[in-house]
Nanobody, 120 residues
């Protein structure tokens, strides 16, 4: 089970740190990704990190603003979001899988999502 948290309401330019806690399963052997979905839009890739954090990939619009990290000892993954923009408003989901892809479909396990709202 994955539990995402840390969302909230923030002004443009502000920061939030999302957390994804895994229970019942060790995620150290899995790639972990963050996706987001805004109302009326498809689920969008945000960032992903390989099991040992050797490979980290960001969507172009998040580069330089978002940082994904993981703490395998704590069974957690994080997404530090800085310089937030109104267009970042969405529900953010964490997902794990034995994959290396930006496509959400192959990810096996998903958190319930946490709402991020950025006001202008």
């Amino acid at each position: 089970q994955l539990q995402a948290s840390g969302g909230g309401l923030v002004q443009a330019g502000g920061s939030l740190r999302l957390s994804c806690a895994a229970s019942g399963r060790a995620i150290r052997d899995y790639s972990t990704a963050w996706f987001r979905q805004a109302p009326g839009k498809e689920r969008e890739f945000v960032a992903r990190i390989s099991p040992a954090a050797i490979s980290i990939v960001y969507a172009n619009s998040m580069k330089g603003r978002f940082t994904i990290s993981r703490d395998n000892a704590k069974n957690m993954v994080f997404l530090q979001m800085n310089g937030l923009r109104p267009e970042d408003t969405a529900v953010y989901y964490c997902a794990v899988g034995r994959v290396n892809t930006n496509d959400p479909k192959p990810y096996n396990y998903w958190g319930q999502g946490t709402q991020v709202t950025v006001s202008s």
